[in-house]
């Protein structure tokens, strides 16, 4: 079960290899973050996250759409954002320390 990014109404969807393919009256938002974000910013994986159709057509002028073409890279890992972020914090708290033992 997902909930909409916006609202909180849960949303239900069809799971395809292991991640929510498929959502009934809602989207499936994905970004892959920037390097100017102080959250997040990632080239090898990306956030999703969901938004209902009522919130999407609320918020249209809000939200752009942009044609491109795409290649989805098969899923290799998966996270919740809490976790991607705690996994980092660890990382660079690591890397402190091995920096603070090397002076
Ligand atoms: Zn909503």
């Not at 499936?28 to 102080?38: F, H, L, M, P």
Request: hydrophobic share 30%; proline share 1%.
């Amino acid at each position: 079960m997902v909930k909409c990014i916006s609202c909180g109404k849960e949303l239900k969807g069809e799971i395809c290899e292991g991640r929510v393919g498929m959502l009934y009256d809602g989207l499936i938002c994905e970004t892959r973050g920037n390097y100017g974000s102080t959250v997040f910013d990632l080239e090898d994986g990306l956030l999703q996250f969901y938004l209902c159709d009522k919130c999407a057509v609320a918020k249209g002028d809000q939200i752009e759409y942009q044609r491109f073409e795409r290649q989805r890279p098969k899923l290799i890992e998966k996270w919740s954002f809490t976790e991607q972020r705690k996994k980092e914090d660890e990382f660079y708290a690591n890397q402190k320390k091995n920096a603070d033992k090397a002076k």
